[in-house]
DNA sequence: GCAATATGAAACCATTTGGTTTCCTATAAT
DNA sequence: ATTATAGGAAACCAAATGGTTTCATATTGC
């Protein structure tokens, strides 16, 4: 229990980094942003930058990875689109530092505190 | 105006990019952890981590750059602390995304709209 | 069947990243 | 004055990033 709760938490921390770091170029915010509008296949995608489909296609998967981005396959066109699902681990994590700026501190101290229980490392 | 809106926008993106990439890092994430519960200096922050001083501190100047970590040197000694402010345009981004993944779509469709209208790129 | 299209795979390249170790410089403390 | 302490700077290294180009593979349209 205690292990596969360490592992959990472990698998979390990996999904901020993918998450993370998929958010922090800014031809992926610009992709992710494209795809609010609605669905769109990787050429369509890629035409409005200046950069190769290829490169394009690159960021395309690692916005997968994190699971910010979803894609069909139908025949030779991948259609991709937002996930659905908001990343919760994400918003939880942001969520105490958001009670931290505004409220100074309690919420997190008290993250902190049920992480050092939880058998972090 | 509209050049200096470009601008600001520009540094707008940059900040995203520092900030998301400073935090996609699981050390980082865990130092402004321990900083949330308090200030602290550099080797004290180093300590409980299973690599060098200069690493660590390393990884303080990314979170410094992102402005989320401050310094104040006080003789040999650097203070770091949380930034005070919120990142306010990762706050914003973000809200847009929270929007779209709560109520599906609707603010980051407008998020889109005005940002060309805004003159993007 | 054949040409055009949508896409990925592989190999390559320059730069950045996350680490190290080995110095060097201030400031304290005794 | 000397020694210990807090810290950075520089040089280095392996691995990951963000690009590229070239080639390969399905699918679709005629």
Not at 88 to 108: C, M
């Amino acid at each position: 229990m205690s292990s596969s709760a360490r592992a959990k938490r472990a698998a979390a921390e990996d999904r901020l980094d993918l998450v993370f770091h998929a958010l922090s170029d800014r031809t992926r915010r610009d992709l992710l942003a494209r795809l609010a509008v609605g669905p769109a296949m990787v050429t369509e995608l890629a035409a409005p930058f200046a950069m190769s489909r290829i490169a394009v296609s690159k960021h395309l998967k690692v916005l997968e990875r994190a699971r910010l981005v979803v894609r069909a396959i139908d025949g030779r066109v991948h259609r991709c689109s937002l996930a659905a699902a908001a990343p919760q681990d994400v918003e939880r994590w942001l969520g105490h530092y958001r009670a931290f700026w505004h409220d100074t501190l309690g919420a997190l101290a008290r993250y902190v505190e049920r992480d050092e229980k939880n058998g972090r490392e």
